[in-house]
């Protein structure tokens, strides 16, 4: 009998630790990309309602929104994050005097992904624009205020980082090892 509750406690503390550390997992990789859709989707119904039926929904269905949450914690946003999948959509948030407007697409026609980042100051005069662009041959360019800056090629294999400066002029080449880079070509 008690090799019987050995086996029941010993279990259940697996199953725990378990499920903590998929939870743990889930956070560290998952979220970075989510957008948590489907909690957003039913929130937004919810939200639709009169504050009567609202305030009743909130509290009568709290497990479904626990539910949803974990959905997309656990399933759908680290689906987005492995298979590289920006989630799509427009921020602002504020950091001291400075506006930052980000916004995440996908070009039209094409699964290549665009990331804009514009800086506006408190009188709303853009101080800078930031744009990471994914190119048809699977590079990575990085356009600081029209002007190329940075360009990532081999990404799958052994990336290769070209550095530009002011002039669009190609000044060294580094070939990212385990984020040490070592200099290929240096100052053309």
């Given at each position: 009998m008690q090799r019987?509750?050995?086996?029941?406690?010993?279990r259940s503390i697996f199953l725990s630790l378990s499920l903590l550390a998929c939870s743990i997992m889930a956070m560290t990789s998952g979220c970075a990309s989510g957008g948590f859709k489907l909690t957003r989707q039913y929130a937004s119904w919810v939200n639709s309602q009169n504050i009567i039926l609202r305030i009743v929904?909130?509290?009568?269905?709290s497990i479904v929104f626990a539910?949803?949450?974990?959905?997309?914690?656990?399933?759908?946003n680290t689906m987005d994050f492995w298979e590289g999948r920006v989630s799509a959509g427009s921020y602002n948030f504020k950091e001291g005097d400075k506006t930052y407007f980000v916004e995440h697409k996908f070009m039209p026609g094409t699964k290549l992904r665009h990331s804009t980042i514009q800086v506006e100051d408190k009188n709303h005069i853009r101080l800078q624009e930031v744009v990471l662009n994914e190119t048809p041959?699977?590079?990575?360019?990085?356009?600081?205020?029209?002007?190329i800056r940075s360009r990532v090629r081999n990404i799958s294999s052994l990336p290769i980082a070209s550095v530009f400066n002011d002039h669009g002029l190609l000044i060294e080449e580094k070939v990212l090892l385990?984020?040490?880079?070592?200099?290929?070509?240096?100052?053309?």
């Open positions: 019987f509750y050995t086996q029941v406690w010993t929904l909130y509290i009568l269905t539910v949803t949450m974990l959905i997309d914690l656990v399933i759908f041959s699977g590079e990575i360019e990085l356009i600081v205020d029209g002007k385990f984020t040490t880079p070592s200099t290929v070509l240096a100052h053309r």
